[in-house]
């Protein structure tokens, strides 16, 4: 059902023309891997100081509350700059088994981004009270960030 | 040497040779390549936004300065060398490859504007911190950065579509 999907979306007119100027599909993926720039540097500092190995002379909750906004600015980009991707070539990514693990560790990384700015919002000490906790946060969140990375750049070697 | 036959030496270096036969090698220091980029271009963007007094206003120059580059450069290491062993699997079509050049041109900018920065405009900073106005020299830098740094990930992406 979703070959057939791919199928009626690779021939509808506005995916003939991203697949046709020549320009529009590295453009869209420079815009894409700005993005990356942005999410990845401002979560791997916040997880590293989550771990505790980096920028420790700052509070936990300082540098929570200064990164996590970037990733919900960065993230409506990434959705649309991911959208013309797939509406031009769809069967490359939703047919590629690294796009869906990606997909799903996306998934999985906003809940937990989310989980780590609520739980600082509400009480500033939360995550300087719970070492094991901030620490096993930090190696999660940061584990799945590079896995949507690496998984993002092996759809093309599928 | 001539640069022709040092490209074709570095390319047939048993490490140039396994990057290029492997199946996974190449993918693999790629994705390193990629991960130790986008720490580099985003780490460096938070300074050159503070340069333009876009960000992280809640703290001065010289903080922002001392806290991000680190990372820019240890990122710029693995970086590197990740992309140099790509570059020896297939130095010779790399070396003419006009986008791969203009990516090399850009970097090489981006060390430009670092090194007049750091050099000369940052050495005043105590003083402009103190009163409170960024100078033009430091937000010329800052935009400078993000536009050069713009420009090496599009040429790099832009070389992946012209093999």
């Known amino acids: 059902m979703i070959e057939s999907f791919c199928d009626w979306l690779a ?39 989550l771990i505790g190995v980096a920028g420790r002379k700052h509070p936990i909750s300082r540098m929570v509350g200064r990164f996590v906004p970037w990733v919900w600015g960065a993230l409506p980009v990434l959705l649309a700059t991911g959208t013309i991707l797939i509406i031009g070539e769809p069967s490359r990514e939703l047919l590629n088994p690294y796009f869906r693990f990606k997909m799903a560790s996306l998934a999985v990384v906003i809940v937990v981004t989310f989980f780590v700015q609520r739980q600082n919002k509400r009480d500033a000490t ?5 070492r094991i906790a901030a620490t096993a946060t930090g190696v999660f969140s940061l584990l799945l960030w590079v896995g949507i990375v690496t998984a993002g750049r092996w759809i093309a070697y599928y | 040497m001539v640069i022709p036959e040092f490209l074709a030496w570095l390319e047939n270096t048993p490490v140039g040779t396994e990057v290029r036969q492997s199946t996974w090698m190449f993918p693999t220091i790629e994705t390193v390549h990629v991960l130790a980029t986008v720490m580099v271009v985003g780490s460096v963007a938070m300074l050159d936004l503070r340069l333009l007094n876009l960000a ?16 820019t450069r240890v990122s710029f290491i693995f970086a590197a060398i990740a992309g140099s062993l790509l570059f020896s699997s297939s130095a010779t079509k790399y070396y003419h490859n006009f986008t791969f050049r203009m990516k090399m041109l850009m970097l090489l900018l981006t060390g430009v504007n670092a090194a007049f920065f750091e050099l000369w405009t940052y050495r005043g900073v ?38």
């Not at chain 1, 999410?39 to 100081?49: E, F, G, Q, T």
């Not at chain 1, 939360?126 to 719970?130: S, V």
């Not at chain 2, 003083?127 to 090496?152: F, N, Q, S």
């Open chain 1, 11 to 49: 021939n509808t007119p506005l995916s003939l023309k991203i697949q046709t100027v020549m320009w529009i599909i590295p453009a869209v993926q420079t815009v894409h891997i700005l993005c990356v720039a942005l999410v990845m540097s401002c979560m791997a500092m916040m997880d590293l100081r």
């Open chain 1, 126 to 130: 939360y995550w300087e009270a719970r």
């Open chain 2, 56 to 71: 992280y206003r809640d703290r001065t120059i010289r903080e922002v300065h001392e806290d991000v580059l680190p990372w």
């Open chain 2, 126 to 163: 105590a003083k402009w911190e103190r009163e409170t106005r960024i100078p033009l020299a430091a937000k010329i830098a800052g935009a400078l950065g993000l536009l050069l740094w713009i420009g090496v990930v599009a040429f790099g992406r832009w070389t992946g579509f012209t093999k």
